[in-house]
């Protein structure tokens, strides 16, 4: 049993496969932190319940009440609507259009909710506790399955009219043609410098060279990640290198327009494919520096994001302590 003197906030990170949930303090140190499958069947009606018994379960484990909770806070795929809570469209959860989760949520949980959208949070959470070291203006990329955006100016996040701020994976990297993306348009920057987009580049590449140590890695197994071209192109690697000078080129030229509208103090960048460190973000910056108006580029620190998975939890929980 857990003696608790202080409040406490609930961060919650919704994904499609997984959802993470973490008891935080009042100072943005995870207390206690737990994930469960996110059950995206008929057409998403358990999720809410699924979250609200997982936090009664564990408030029962831990000896906690519900009175000991100042608020919940949640990160959820796709726009959100920040005041009233509804979720605008999502791909991957089964939900409708215009989703009522917050409404849902605090049915279910008994508990005051707010929701923005997943790549917001993770942007909080970096400004709050990681990478972003209490910078006010910060804009934090994730590079994942797709490519995520948070945008945060004056120590809060840019919402927009519609939720849809810091859509920065949509922002047109290949304006003529350029590869599908999953939003409907063509040349999208997630189509590039997602761990996807580095995937198809690879094997496109692959179509042409045969010879190397990712054409033989693609040879044997029949299929290759994002992590297989940046540990090949450590070894020197040719078409490893190519396709990382690539996408190097296109995510450090649209860093560069976003730098220089918004001028931040930081740019971090975070998910799965930001793991690859200076093979990647030494490129980044140099393609960076080129496109990036010569004040903006003195002032602007481009870093990888510290906290990893906990960024998305941290920064629900910030929601739920400063909203």
């Keep these: 049993m857990i003696i608790l003197a202080e409040k406490w906030l609930i961060g919650v990170d919704l994904g499609g496969t997984t959802t993470k949930l973490a008891f935080i303090n009042y100072y943005g140190e995870i207390i206690h932190k737990w ?16 979250i609200a018994k997982a936090i009664d379960t564990k408030m029962e484990e831990l000896g906690l009440s519900k009175d000991q909770i100042i608020g919940l806070g949640m990160g959820a ?111 999208c920057l997630e189509t590039i410098a997602s761990a996807t987009g580095i995937v198809r580049q690879a094997v496109e590449k692959l179509q042409m060279v045969n010879t190397g140590e990712l054409a033989a890695f693609y040879k044997e197994k029949g299929h290759i990640t994002a992590k297989d071209v940046f540990d090949t192109a450590r070894g020197g690697d040719a078409a490893s290198l190519s396709v990382i000078s690539e996408t190097a080129f296109h ?15 930081k740019i971090v960048l975070g998910g799965g494919v930001s793991k690859a460190g ?42 739920a302590k400063n909203k």
């Excluded at 849902?104 to 990478?131: F, Q, R």
């Design 251 to 265: 995510l450090g030229l649209a860093l560069a327009n976003i730098a220089n509208t918004l001028n931040p103090e």
């Design 77 to 187: 795929p796709g726009p959100v609507n920040l005041s009233t809570g509804v979720v605008y469209n999502t791909v991957n959860l089964g939900w409708k259009d215009n989703y009522p989760l917050k409404d849902l949520l605090e049915v279910e949980t008994s508990l005051p909710v707010i929701i923005d959208n997943d790549a917001n949070c993770a942007a909080l959470g970096e400004m709050w506790k990681g990478a972003g070291n209490g910078a006010k203006d910060l804009v934090c990329v994730t590079l994942g399955t797709g490519v995520g955006g948070g945008v945060i100016a004056n120590g809060d996040i840019v919402q927009g009219v519609s939720g849809a701020a810091g859509e920065i994976g949509h922002i047109t990297s290949v304006p003529a043609g350029g590869a599908q993306c999953n939003c409907g348009k063509t040349g």
């Design 35 to 50: 994930e469960i499958p996110t059950d995206n069947s008929e057409e998403g009606k358990n999720i809410t319940i699924n």
């Design 278 to 319: 200076d093979i990647l973000l030494k490129p980044v910056i140099e393609n960076f520096g080129k496109f990036a108006f010569p004040r903006v580029k003195e002032s602007t620190v481009i870093d990888i994001a510290t906290l990893g998975n906990d960024a998305g939890v941290i920064g629900a929980a910030w929601l």
